[in-house]
């Protein structure tokens, strides 16, 4: 029995030891890769190793299979001919060197079940010792061009230039860096933009992109404000499709007009940075008419970001609207003709929540329809910080808004203190104005340090302005310089809450429009012995429904605590 064991097992050593895992290719077609495939599916049940070592020309259709590894020598690539496809459903093993060639941008080749590198579709421009390569986004096109749904790609490198637009239209995919913080001149995975004519670094048609981790910048950082040109992210759905589904989350971008432009619903943008650009996020309803009442601009969260200088404190007219968030309908400027009713529907269930701001003119701007903006910390506004029109049930509440940026308390800013040129005249605003906005919710805000209104509301009734603490309105720039007498002060002109006096087209009816809104258990105070202001509250239409009451106001340096018409 023994000895009829020992033949069976010689018998079969031979044919277990001719399983082979690994074919080795010094070139030729994909003839030659095919019969090392064909030879991996007859040894081994398809899976296994095949080895580039020189170049593989691909003239043909031809299909990788799961199990099949293409394990690419540095130098050696598959060459793929203009219309022929190739799809790689198996593992790639390559360092961050070109191992597909194909001329076509729109080419035909698909990588399933695995991450994607630009630098496989072409040597970039880090890469380059040189330092003249500066077509970057076409080995990026051709990278994203070979991604399937569900597909993901990174950029491992320091920098990319970029001086095409890159477009995406793939669903469901991701788009990472190597979350390395780039600040000042440091370059650290960056996308550079190098040609301010181009509209966006990518332009995103389709649904569910993904967004982390990536720094984006402009090499020419001297435009700012209004004329500055182009966007980071451009996202925009085509035939008629308002939903967005997209996040971004761990980005940085600087030196854009619109940092992140979208129209439609549904992004979440967390844990950014936006710095020296017009307007940090953009949204307007996606490509409807505007007046058929869909909720188009919903669904957004824009949670835990910083914003920084976006506007800042110059007095340069460039800078005038630029803001940090604004979310509103094509065609629709502040303070227009338009009745609300126009706007209630368009964009609602959108949290704006625990963003830290400073040295910016405005931080939101937009409609305010079912919209939580709370927790946010916005410091030197230099403009009306938020500026909320049209919408119901809106709530602003937990906000921290301080006009002054200095730890001197006699100089609101810290800019010089002649100001011949114009240039950093100190700046207006509101620390929250609303505007065609009923039912809104403001409570719980701290408002400090603003030249004018600490809460204006015009044409907007039936809210709830409870429990803020509004200080130092009315403020003016300089309270006293070194050596010299304080400057004049501005007019007594504001007042801690204001409600406009607004009277219908009708003189004859004299209807009141700025009614029933509580206002109640509010400390309102000027500190400052060097500012004085008008009213700590000013109810112009009347208070019918004895709804303002229970405030705590110091009338020293006021006119007169509460002023009712």
Known sequence: MKKILLGLLIVCIPFLCS????????????????????????????????????????????????GITLNFYTGNKLIVSNGVSLDIKGSIKALLTQIIETNELNHKIKIFNQVVYPEWFGECSYQNSLGNNQQDNIPIQKAFNSLIGGGEIIFNGNEYLINTEINIDTPSIKIKGKGTYSAGNVIANDLVVIDDNISSVFNITTYGIVFSDLNFTKKNKTVKGINATGKALNFIRSNNTKDIDASVT???????????????????????FFGASYIGIYIKEAQFDHNDHKPQTRGHIIDRNRFHSMGSESNDSSLIGSTCIKIRPKGYAFQTSYTPESYTVIGYYNHITNNYVDDCKTFFEGSIDRTKIEGNSILKSTDTAIKAFGGLFGAINDNLIDGAFTWNPNKLYPSKASDSTGQVAFPSGHGIHISYAHFATINNNQIMNKRYHGIFVERSKNSSIQSNTIMNFNRHRFIKRSGENPEINDDRNYCGIYIAKVQDDNPLTNDKYNIQNVISNNTISITHNKVEGNYGIYVGDGDDWNFVKNNFIVSTRLIQSIKIE
Do not use: M, W
């Open 250 to 272: 761990n980005c940085r971008f600087t030196h854009f007009k619109y940092c992140i432009y979208g129209e439609g619903a549904n992004l979440k943008i967390t844990d950014s």
């Open 19 to 66: 399983s082979q895992t690994e074919f080795v290719l010094l070139g030729g077609t994909q003839v030659d890769l095919q019969n090392a495939i064909n030879n991996l599916n007859n040894s081994n049940n398809g899976f296994g190793t095949i080895t580039i070592k020189g170049n593989i020309l691909i003239q043909q259709n031809t299909n990788i299979p799961p």
